[in-house]
Structure formats: C-alpha cells, structure tokens
C-alpha cells in the first residue's frame, strides 16, 4: 500500500485514528540532496549532478531526524527524497539513525546504477518500508520525459527487483499534457508489475516543469474521473497535487455520473478489457495537503508547507520542525480551508479537498488562492467574474 495510507476514520483536519493535523504532520518529507543523475523535464527541484553548496551536513541531518521524533510516536512518516536521496554518501548510516529512533522511512530514489540489489536488500533491512518509483509513460514515452534512452525498462525491473526485496513499492506517475492519454497503459503496467498503489502527481510548474504544458481543467477531471474508475478495478490509487479527486470519488460513491466528453470515454474504453468489471474503490482521500499532515525540509534545512509550495517558513538549523508546523502563521492558515479565497472557500468540498495551494501560489501568488486547475462550480459560488486569489 501506499506510505500514507494507514486506515482509520479519515475526518477534515485529523488523520487515522484520530490523528490530529493541527499538532502532528503525518508525512515529513526530507529533500536529502538535490543531486541527481537524471535531468526529468518536469523536475521540481531542478536537480543536477553535484550537491549544491548549503546542503545539511550529516551532523545537522541527525539533529533534523531527531527533530521528526520529537512529534512524537506514532512518529510521522519521513519520506527521504531528493534529486536522488541514494547520491547522498551519508544516506544509508542517517537512515539506520532514522531507524533507532523509531521513524517510520520511506525512500524515493531515482532509477539508476546505484538502485542495485544489494542496496535495495540494505534499504530493506535498515526499516525502509515503502518506496516510490516514478513511471511516467510506456517505452520511449518516459524515456523522454526522463531523459535517458532505455530507462522505461531500467524502471520496470527496479520496480521488480524492489518487491522482491520486501519493500511495498508505490508507483508515481506525473500526469501533463504529453502524457495524460497515456494513463490506462500506465494503469495496467502498474497492475501487471504487481506494485501496492499508484500515484498520479498532477504537475504543477515549478522548476524545469515550467516548460511543460499543464491539463486543463476540463482534462484533469476527465483524468479524475478515469482513476476513481481504475481505483474500482483492484489498485489503491492516490493523487498529490490533485485534491479535486477526492471531491470526484465523493459525488460517484453518490451516484453522479462521470463527465460526457471525448477525452474520459477513450482513457476509460479499455479498463473492462485489462481489468474486468468495477468491484470495491481503492481510492485514497485522506485529507492531508500542504501544511496539514505535511512538512517540507529542503536540501539546506529550509521548511516549507510542501515541496511545491516553496514559501520559507524557517530553518531546522535555527528552528524547531515542531514549533514551526504548529505556529507558524502561514501553517496555520493553510489548515483552514474557511481563509480559502476564490470557489475553494465557496466549495462544500474544501475541508475535505481544499484545493492545490501550490496550483494557487504559482498562478496567483496566493497560497490560499483558489485552485485554478479544478472545474468545479460549487453551487454557493455566485460570482461568474475574474477568479478571486
């Protein structure tokens, strides 16, 4: 199964089991470097080959990790990504700190050399639990969008040799204009490679992902509504960067219908062929997004509400994590979707969809903006004017 997706009674700004968001993150994601050896087109981070000068060294690594278990236990998740988290040399010995103090890992590596079997067999063994491999399209379809002739197949067999380690291995897939047709192959590579979820990332643009073309909105709740049906059919299937899905399996589980137009009839004209008729939906809609139930610590310490929501709000050299996502002004706000702007705040929907507020800060330069990637009218948004943000 996914990393985040932990059962329970999932509830506006509390997780499973009553997991209060407004004390505790349930995901704490770490840019551990932003070394890379891939170039992706639509890189967050705009990795590159070398480390960057700034980057936390393994001392501080250690004292942030200690910072994560002063949340408490159940400890949040530390999701360990990057650039590539492996080009790291401290990696596997933080992780084995990690391990000791109780954290529960997750890891996002790249696909490459340093993705072997043994490490892979190592990661397993140091309490690494889940990991994320990104697959972006069939054959040459990712091998463009990565950037490196041949990975399509490297991915394939890495996503393999992973389960095969122990790990549960959650499949990433960045959902754009050059690939968004391409989501039923993905969805039944995904089912065949026998891999716990599937996460479809719907791009936001930011670093080398500014010169990619975004969906629309009518395409992205097209797509929506195509993985609410994928999610029916044997694969627990999440979005980040997406909220508006969590609204789209609300109103099927209600009876409405899926939307009438071309786009949604061809990525859905398969799914009866390569996997059989709709049985229970596996879809994940805990409602966690930027700032409630996840923190964001760049390469050099920085905190952010989330990876693409790149708005400093302290340092863990100076700050404490906790302090930080508890107080912090823009923290506090980002949990309450009734300081929403625009048709989120208008939405009976934001407390439990609340809207991409990174889509919000880099179209409109307001985090709690509206999400300008949602097709949604909510019936209590009267004004048909210029989006407020």
Known sequence: MPWSRLGGDWRLDRGPHGWDFRVRPLLVFWEATRACPLACRHC???????????????G???????SVADFGR????????GGDPLARADLLPLLERARDLGLRLALAPAVSDALSESVLSRLAELGVSAMSISLDGEGPAHDRIRGVPGHWGKTCAAIRT?????????????????????????????RGLDAA??????????????????????????????????????????????????????????????????LYRTLTATLQDCAGPPGECLAHTAGTRDGNGIAFVA???????????????????????RDVYVDHPLFRDLRAPERFRGRCGACEFRDLCGGSRARAFHRFGNPLGEDPACAYVPPAWTSRGEAEA
């Open 44 to 58: 967050r981070a705009s990795a590159l080959t070398d480390p960057l000068p700034g980057e936390l060294a393994t």
């Open 60 to 66: 501080e690594a250690e004292r942030f990790l200690e």
């Open 74 to 81: 159940p400890s949040p998740i530390l999701v360990v990504t």
């Open 162 to 190: 992973a389960i095969d380690a122990g790990l549960r291995v959650q499949v990433n897939t960045c959902a754009m204009r050059d690939n968004g047709h391409q989501l039923p192959a993905i969805f039944a590579r995904v």
């Open 197 to 262: 979820g599937w996460e479809v990332f719907f791009l936001i643009r930011q670093g080398r992902g500014t010169g990619v073309e975004e969906l629309t909105p009518e395409e992205c709740e097209a797509c929506a509504h195509f993985l609410y049906d994928a999610a029916c059919r044997g694969l627990t299937v999440r979005t980040v960067e997406g909220p508006f899905f969590r609204r789209v399996v609300r109103q099927r589980e209600a009876g409405a219908p899926p939307p009438d137009n071309a």
């Open 299 to 321: 390469y050099d310490g920085t905190i952010h509400p989330g990876g693409f929501l790149p708005i400093p709000c302290g340092n863990v050299r100076t700050a404490s994590l």
